[in-house]
Nanobody, 124 residues
Framework: QVQLVESGGGSVQSGGSLRLSCEAS????????LAWFRQDIGKAREGVAA???????NYADSVKGRFTISQDNAKRTVYLQMNSLKPEDTAMYYC??????????????????WGQGTQVTVSS
């Protein structure tokens, strides 16, 4: 089992920045993938960024160049630095952990462990 706890959400004006953190505990291995997803009311959940134990990362097209995912293996924490935030980034953001399916990296394939979420609200 893996437990995930997110923090760092809040309210910010358009163009601002936030950094989300997700602390993991339990049986999390270097070969696992960690990812951030988001879901706004009435919309489908979407993958935002994913990272592997080797540091390789992938991003949704909507956040490329604005968001950066990183991890501190010693602290078992994954971060999402969000810059140039837009109102359409408003959502509940969830941290997720799961197996690595592809040698090429971590993507938004099925994840088995989820955090409770942290709300991000961007006002125009």
């Amino acid at each position: 089992q893996v437990q995930l706890v997110e923090s760092g959400g809040g309210s910010v004006q358009s163009g601002g920045s936030l950094r989300l953190s997700c602390e993991a505990s339990g049986k999390l291995y270097v070969k696992n993938c960690l990812a951030w997803f988001r879901q706004d009311i009435g919309k489908a959940r979407e993958g935002v960024a994913a990272i592997g134990g080797d540091g390789s990362a992938n991003y949704a097209d909507s956040v490329k160049g604005r968001f950066t995912i990183s991890q501190d293996n010693a602290k078992r924490t994954v971060y999402l630095q969000m810059n140039s935030l837009k109102p359409e980034d408003t959502a509940m953001y969830y941290c997720a952990a799961g197996p690595r399916y592809y040698d090429s990296g971590c993507y938004f394939t099925p994840y088995y462990f989820w955090g409770q979420g942290t709300q991000v609200t961007v006002s125009s």
